[in-house]
């Protein structure tokens, strides 16, 4: 249910669900991938980024907490109902109207920036790369304003103190450009700078310049209440409203490829190999290059013995320094134990890599999942399990698409630079 021209939500449910205490509307819920979570103090805010204006769904697990910031979400309402239901017998679910508050439209969009955050892909044909450090500082700016919905700020401080020098350097430049796209950007860069003194540590690079120019904004120009008005944080109400997403198409998807890789060095011809791709919910964001066949596998002999090598291709933004692992299964017995091995980055080929020693040639081909281990899940290696994790790809790619038609004032900075700069 969207809200109206007063901000009405409509009702929503109180219920429990285990341990949780869930507030949610009666609409349908959209599919898992389409689904930003900030985790708060006392719960978790979950944000459907296909139309963020919707009212969110929240998970509670200390709804004492929670009051900080729910009635800041929800309106006072349905916060002081929230207060009625856990003090009760946890009996039936209750209802109770929700109404936008005042950190509602900052939560949505803070939904959205940490969504494109996690599911912006490198390296793939239809997407280009991301400045993810724009991304990073428009992100800190939502997540300082929604201060009272955090308990620990360190990620907010981890999101804006590697781009304190970046931050200075952009807003110099928006300072001397005329235009409402410009004077925008520096509001919300300016709101960046602001959490950035505020909050990050004064002996960290970057940290001296940020004081300096905050304090020229403030003094020389005379322009720092203009600049934050200028700033509609609450844009989402109606933009975003206006220009929801739309993406319920069927997506196809690939079968194992078999592949041949060239010999080397004391390597004799492969005995076996193949590819697949790597399902992106178990890598960290731009892990892996975003193209069909990311990962390779092969089977060859070194002195007589058979070992299994494992590549995986990496993303021009991909951090060298992630712990990735490989789990490799023989594709005639999935529920078997797969062999567990590490993948180490290979900066030369741009590549994570690993091997294992086999005890005897394989009878059948491997079917290998790489994954990180603060992502991993549980592998989806059937056909059914690689085709959700296909469309979910595909997903993802055209939500971002379909977004950069109609980016308006709700898209991020990032968002308009990536697009620009792909046109040019």
């Known amino acids: 249910m969207n809200q109206n021209e007063n901000n009405e939500w409509g009702d929503v449910g109180i219920r429990r669900d285990g341990g949780l205490i869930v507030i949610a509307s009666d609409r349908p819920a959209p599919p898992p991938i389409h689904l930003a979570s900030i985790r708060a103090d006392g719960g978790t805010v979950c944000v459907d980024v296909t139309d963020p204006t919707t009212v969110p769904t929240v998970l509670l697990d200390d709804p004492l907490r929670a009051q900080t910031w729910l009635d800041l979400v929800y309106g006072t309402d349905a916060a002081d109902a929230v207060a009625r239901f856990d003090d009760g017998d946890a009996g039936a679910p209750d209802v109770a109207p929700a109404r936008q508050g005042e950190l509602s439209g900052i939560v949505a969009r803070l939904g959205v920036g940490y969504w494109l955050h996690r599911w912006w892909p490198s390296g793939a044909d239809e997407v280009p790369n991301i400045d993810v450090g724009l991304l990073d500082l428009e992100i800190g700016a939502l997540a300082w304003l929604a201060e009272p919905l955090f308990a620990d700020l360190a990620p907010i401080q981890q999101l804006l103190q590697p781009h304190s020098r970046t931050l200075v350097r952009v807003i ?46 403030d003094t020389e120009d005379g322009t720092a209440a203009d600049i934050l008005d200028a700033t509609d944080w609450q844009v989402l109400d109606a933009d975003l409203a206006a220009s929801a997403v739309r993406s319920a198409r069927a997506y196809a998807w690939p079968e194992l490829v078999r592949t041949k890789e060239g010999a080397s060095g004391i390597w004799i011809t492969p005995t076996r190999s193949g590819s697949s791709e790597a399902d992106w919910a178990q890598l960290p964001p731009r892990t892996a290059l975003a193209r069909h066949s990311n990962i390779n596998w092969t089977v060859r002999h070194e002195q007589g013995t058979p070992w299994l090598t494992v590549n995986l291709d990496a993303s021009a933004q991909a951090n060298p320094a992630v712990q990735l ?67 979910g790809r595909s997903s993802i790619i055209d939500l971002i698409v379909e977004r950069a038609g109609h980016l308006g004032n709700e898209g991020f900075i990032a968002e308009h630079v990536t697009w620009e700069n792909d046109q040019s």
């Not at 959490?195 to 001296?208: E, K, L, M, Q, R």
């Not at 005639?332 to 590549?351: I, Q």
């Open 172 to 217: 110099d430049d928006l300072r001397s450009t005329a235009g409402s796209t410009a004077h925008r950007r520096l509001g919300i860069l300016t709101t960046a700078l602001r959490a950035t003194v505020d909050i990050v540590a004064p002996d960290s690079p970057g940290y001296a310049e940020s004081v300096a120019l905050l304090d020229r904004i």
């Open 325 to 391: 692992m490989a789990r490799s299964y023989q594709a005639d017995d999935l529920a078997s134990v797969p062999d567990v091995f590490a993948l180490e980055f290979d900066s030369t080929r741009r590549v994570f890599t690993g091997r294992r020693r086999l005890t005897a040639v394989p009878t059948s081909d491997f079917v290998v999942d790489v994954f990180d281990p603060a992502y991993m899940r549980r592998p989806r290696l059937s056909t059914v399990g690689r085709s959700a994790a296909e469309r």
